[in-house]
T-cell receptor, first 113, second 113 residues
Framework: EDQVTQSPEALRLQEGESSSLNCSYTVSGLRGLFWYRQDPGKGPEFLFTLYSAGEEKEKERLKATLTKKESFLHITAPKPEDSATYLCAVQSGERYNFNKFYFGSGTKLNVKP | SQTIHQWPATLVQPVGSPLSLECTVEGTSNPNLYWYRQAAGRGLQLLFYSVGIGQISSEVPQNLSASRPQDRQFILSSKKLLLSDSGFYLC????????????FGPGTRLTVT
């Protein structure tokens, strides 16, 4: 069964304290792995798409990496405005399933000034 | 550029009342459309998706239904709401037949009392 697990559930950092969020997955033929940011009461905002193991994407203080079993979202020198819930999703490569995304429960990040 | 709209933003409905949530997308044609529900502190649960007008796939058996009367319009309905239908409902669109990211609307907060 396709599954996505994110850890930790919550993470509290001091401003400037770098860390990583984990997304482990089991899926039949990964077609794509996606990272989103969600602020309270709002819809998720797209951040990155990763397609194959070894791929990396960067955006400001965020860097996403992908292996065959997991993805990491590295946050370098975070600021309070980076506080949000970060969601990971995978898309199956199976033909009858490729329209569906499987989401993890998210990691709630709180960056204190 | 593409824009996705949802309304209403918030809704409070009594148990047993009907429901209609609407989602429209601008700036693209023939998108895949999705309805998700997000319970407090949990991941996104896919409810329905549509690859074209009149084509609806249901992921979770429940008292909800979806319809796509026009290419860029997606409607979520219920004849009789249950308390368990409370949650944050998100509409999303994605490009068809490929591994592209989904883009989310602002969401509707539904409280069933």
């Amino acid at each position: 069964e396709d599954q996505v697990t994110q850890s930790p559930e919550a993470l509290r950092l001091q401003e400037g304290e770098s860390s990583s969020l984990n997304c482990s997955y089991t899926v039949s033929g990964l077609r794509g792995l996606f990272w989103y940011r969600q602020d309270p009461g709002k819809g998720p905002e797209f951040l990155f798409t990763l397609y194959s193991a070894g791929e990396e994407k960067e955006k400001e203080r965020l860097k996403a990496t992908l292996t065959k079993k997991e993805s990491f979202l590295h946050i370098t020198a975070p600021k309070p405005e980076d506080s949000a819930t970060y969601l990971c999703a995978v898309q199956s490569g199976e033909r009858y399933n490729f329209n569906k995304f499987y989401f993890g429960s998210g990691t709630k990040l709180n960056v204190k000034p | 550029s593409q824009t996705i709209h949802q309304w209403p933003a918030t809704l409070v409905q009594p148990v047993g009342s009907p429901l209609s949530l609407e989602c429209t997308v601008e700036g693209t044609s023939n998108p895949n459309l999705y309805w998700y529900r997000q319970a407090a502190g949990r991941g996104l649960q896919l409810l329905f998706y549509s690859v074209g007008i009149g084509q609806i796939s249901s992921e979770v058996p429940q008292n909800l239904s979806a319809s796509r009367p026009q290419d860029r319009q997606f409607i979520l309905s219920s004849k009789k709401l249950l308390l368990s239908d409370s949650g944050f409902y998100l509409c999303a669109w994605g490009r068809s037949l490929s591994s592209y990211e989904q883009y989310f609307g602002p969401g509707t907060r539904l409280t069933v009392t």
